[in-house]
Each structure stands twice: as C-alpha cells, then as structure tokens.
C-alpha cells in the first residue's frame, strides 16, 4: 500500500523520512563538452570531483565523479570512465523518458535557460503539461535533460487521482488489457459509471476549457468525486474551441472513459458505445 501523505515542502522531512534527492547521476562520453555545457552554459557551480582507480570488480574501469550544484541542496553527477566505449543510442522513447527535471523558479528563469542554450547554438523544445511547464534540449552525452516551472501546486485531489490510476493500471493487466483505454475504463468503473458513453476527466484547472466547451455545446456533465463527467449520447470534443495543449489534450480522458473511442487525434476526441 502506498503511503497516501507525501506532499512536502522545500528541506522538509517525507513521509518514509527522506529529504529529497542528495544527486543524481549518469554516465558521460565527453566530460569537457559536460563541463562545458552544465558549467559554462547553463551555469551550475562544480562543487565535488572524485578522480579514482578502478576499484570493485577486477575490470572496473579508472574513472572521474564530478558534481554540479543544481539549487536546494541537491546536485547532478556524473561519471566518465576511461576508455569505456560510448553504446549504440536506446529508441528515443527509453531515452526521453529516462530524464532528469532541474526546476526554475518561474517563467522568467524558465526564458533565460532557454536563451542561453538558443545563443549556445542548442535545439529548445518547450512543453506545458499538466502541472509544469517545461524546456528540453539533448546534453553533449545525449541525455535528454529538462528544466521546469512550476504551474500549480499539487493537491490532494492530484493525489488520490494518482491511486486511482495506479489500481486502474493494475486491474487492467490483470486482465490482459494492452492499451492506455484499458486504464481509462478500470478508473471509469470504480467511479460510478454513467451507463453509457462518457469521459471522467479530473475537476483541475488545466482541463476546464473542455469542460467549459461540453456545457456550452449541450452535452450534460455532472461533479463526481473529484471528477467532471462528460456525457449525452454518442459526442465528441474539437481540441481548437477547448484552447487545451497537445500534452494536456491527450490526457482528457484520463479520469476514466465509458464507451469506446472512435477517434483521437489532434483535432477531435469521440466517443460512442
């Protein structure tokens, strides 16, 4: 069973009693383009360094560990080894998701990362999620680093949504479910269904343009537990007259959903039986 408190502020103690992240660290093929571009470009201050003989196993290779100061007491490290070949790139799935997020403390912050890495010469991408707002760029190592403001605080009601998906993720492989709408339904069916087609989408801000358009179009929607439900027969909601984001469009449904998707693509979600 997971803990159900485990919000916390800055320096405070969790609920299992740790304080955060002391560092996290990867492997590095290039430590002077690192140095560069974590020290120089982005600014980090280089506080630690380990220059070490192999030790451990008989082949473990001599190596450096040096980390950088990212803010609030917690640093981000990285380890070069001496001749230890650079492996062939994980598909890009494997490599977006394993990431680390450095966050900023608003969207000006946010904006000069971001310029100083454009006059760097590097590729920006910048995604709004959910709750963040966030800049993407590929380290000299290839990792693919993020730095992030915050755009709300997280709630209780972003809390027990998590346990909901969590037991909806498991009821559906459990029953041999393959697909994201698997979870959808699982959360849908312990939350009251409405008996025909619908969507349970989380009463948050970020989602009230869609909420907004299923009123204003006629489809009837109903407060339940912590959720919006939109439904009134066979429906479907036009992305550009919600206002919602790529990132946040996708993720409408993800209270729950009755009924069968028809289509969902950028433009359009439907829903029939």
Request: proline content about 10%; charged content about 15%.
């Given at each position: 069973m997971l803990p159900q408190k485990f919000f916390t502020g800055k320096g405070e103690v969790s609920g299992a009693?740790?304080?955060g992240a002391n560092h996290t660290a990867f492997a590095c093929w290039d430590p002077v383009a690192t140095m560069r571009f974590y020290g120089e470009i982005l600014g980090f201050p280089l506080v630690?360094?380990?220059?070490a003989l192999g030790w451990g196993k008989d082949d473990n290779p001599d190596m450096v560990h040096f980390f950088f100061d990212i803010?609030?007491?917690d640093t981000l490290a990285f380890f070069y080894y001496f001749g230890w070949p650079r492996p062939?790139?994980?598909h890009q799935v494997l490599?977006?998701?394993?990431?680390i997020a450095v966050e900023v403390p608003d969207e000006a912050g946010?904006?000069?990362f971001r310029d100083k890495l454009q006059a760097a010469g590097y590729e920006v991408m910048t995604v709004e999620h959910e709750t963040i707002e966030s800049i993407y760029v590929d380290d000299p190592n290839g990792i693919f680093f993020e730095l992030t403001r915050p755009l709300r605080d997280l709630t209780g009601l972003d809390a027990d949504d998590a346990r909901r998906t969590m037991d909806g993720l498991t009821a559906a492989l459990d029953a041999g479910g393959t697909s994201i709408q698997d979870v959808w339904r699982a959360k849908a069916l312990a939350n009251s269904p409405v008996g025909g087609p619908a969507i349970h989408v989380v009463d948050q801000p970020e989602w009230q343009g869609a909420v907004d358009f299923a009123r204003k179009t006629g489809l009837e929607t109903e407060q339940r537990d912590g959720y919006v439900v939109i439904h009134g027969g066979p429906f479907e909601i036009r992305r550009r007259e919600t206002g919602l984001n790529l990132a946040v469009w996708f993720t409408l449904p993800a209270g729950g959903l009755e009924g069968r998707i028809t289509r969902f693509d950028r433009e359009v979600l439907r829903v029939e039986e």
């Open positions: 009693g740790t304080v630690h360094a380990v220059p803010g609030n007491g062939e790139p994980v490599r977006q998701s394993n990431h946010l904006r000069a």
